[in-house]
């Protein structure tokens, strides 16, 4: 059981903005950067966003992250059937004292 | 560029041993927290734990500690994730990852680059 919470999925279609929320709690989210990561099956997950919201290089502008309290999210905008993937929230949790991946959320474009 | 580069798919039967590897380039080895990420078939990523080459000090996350042991030889940049007996349920796929920020207090960063992943299957 993870400490943060994602939906386990979330759908759109080519064009919509889609949200992905990551809610957490003091220790983790309220008090730590969040990092937001995109997996295709068989790849290696690819590092969409940064320090809660911090685009990487060579991260398109449709991806932004935000973070507010003990919550953060995930935004999507103009969808592409590309976006379609499994996507996960993380941060550092003080009373574990380690990392925490969400659940992850998959992503269906339809 | 920053690579990491792990070691081949394993086969192995329950109570073996086994250690992996990772290879890293393209960046100064002793400075980055590394570690290590466990995908089960059909479940999500989970943190298993890190280690700062530059002292050899680690960090687990509790549901792995004695479990795991994370390991890292800077003379030659490679870490290492080994188990003393291995169980079926230690079926995953296993990536390793580089922290985002450099120097030592960087732990709570999160991970910037990925390894391609070792499968490591375990059956009798």
């Known amino acids: 059981q993870s400490v943060l919470t994602q939906p386990p999925s979330a759908s759109g279609t080519p064009g919509q903005r889609v949200i992905i929320s990551c809610s957490g709690s003091s220790s983790n989210i309220g008090n730590n950067y969040v990092y937001w990561y995109q997996h295709l099956p068989g790849t290696a997950p690819k590092f969409l966003i940064s320090k809660s919201n911090q685009r990487p290089s060579g991260v398109p502008d449709r991806f932004s992250g935000s973070k507010s309290g003990t919550s953060a999210s995930l935004a999507i905008s103009g969808l592409r059937s590309e976006d379609e993937a499994d996507y996960y929230c993380a941060a550092w949790d003080d009373s574990l004292s380690a990392f925490s991946f969400g659940g992850g959320t998959k992503l269906t474009v339809l | 560029e920053v690579q990491l580069v792990q070691s081949g798919a394993e086969v192995k039967k329950p109570g073996e041993s086994l250690k992996i590897s990772c290879k890293a380039s393209?960046?100064?080895?002793?400075?980055?927290?590394i570690g290590w990420v466990r995908q089960m078939p059909g479940e999500g990523l989970e943190w298993m734990g890190i280690i700062y080459p530059s002292i050899s000090e680690t960090k687990y996350t509790p549901s792995f500690q004695g479990r795991v042991t994370i390991s890292a030889d800077k003379s030659i940049n490679t870490a290492y994730l080994q188990w003393n007996s291995l169980k079926a349920s230690d079926t995953a796929v296993y990536y390793c990852?580089?922290?985002?920020?450099?120097?030592?207090?960087?732990?709570?960063?999160?991970?910037?680059?990925w390894g391609q992943g070792t499968t490591v299957t375990v059956s009798s």
């Open positions: 990852a580089r922290g985002d920020d450099s120097g030592y207090y960087a732990y709570q960063y999160g991970i910037e680059v």
């Open positions: 393209g960046y100064k080895f002793t400075d980055h927290w």
